[in-house]
């Protein structure tokens, strides 16, 4: 199957109303090129070097907005501020204030979705849903950051129950922090290449696919 055969597949599978966001990490600028010429403009990188890189190659691809995806240590989060849209990965407290200061300082405002983990997993970054709400209240006056929706990684090895009841509970909690604070989360980033269907079916708004577009990453 070619990449453009994948994407109709996909794009026939979910409303039109959910944006597909392309992830690229670990796939040349070859297959960027061609799900953009498909018609593609949302792309995802988890690694700021490798993404400046295929950015650097693609500088005459204006329209492209670019969403990083990945952990974020606090010596690049500069870079990411200059070089992305979108920041799905914001996973703690600390890293939320420093990229509100740098904001600030730069006056580059960028979209955020906050990254929770509604079940306990060591592997994975994230607030706990006790330790979000501990921390919302400093997370409401970070005017600079866009905050606009939460973002999820399921573990592995769920059943497709388990991962509804976990979407489920991802949409529960963006709806419950609309009510009690001055956030109004709408955006849903959760499904990837192995669960966007089950995501899609529980709101979620943007889909992160990789593997299930471009093939296995080595
Ligand atoms: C790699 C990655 C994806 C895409 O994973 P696939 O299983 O290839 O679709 C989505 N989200 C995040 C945060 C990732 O790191």
Known sequence: MTIA?????ILSEIPSSVRLVAVTKKKP?????????????????????????????LQDHKD???????HIQTNKAKK???????IHSVDSLKLAEHLDK???KTSIYPHVCLQVKLLPDPNKYG????EFWQDLPKLEPLKHLKIEGLMTILPLGLSENECLETFEKTKE???????????????LSMGMSNDYLLAVEKGATMIR???IIFGARN
């Open 102 to 104: 740098l904001a600030a």
């Open 29 to 57: 600028v070859t297959a960027i090129k061609e799900a953009y010429h498909y018609g593609i403009r949302d792309f995802a990188e988890s690694r700021v070097q490798e993404a400046i890189l295929k950015q650097e190659e």
């Open 127 to 130: 607030w706990e849903v006790m």
């Open 173 to 187: 909690l963006a709806t419950k922090i609309n009510e009690k604070s001055s956030l109004q989360l709408k955006e």
């Open 5 to 9: 055969e994948n994407l109709d597949k």
């Open 64 to 70: 492209i907005c670019w969403h990083f995806i990945g």
């Open 80 to 86: 990411i501020l200059e070089n992305f849209h979108w």
């Open 209 to 211: 696919l990789g593997s």
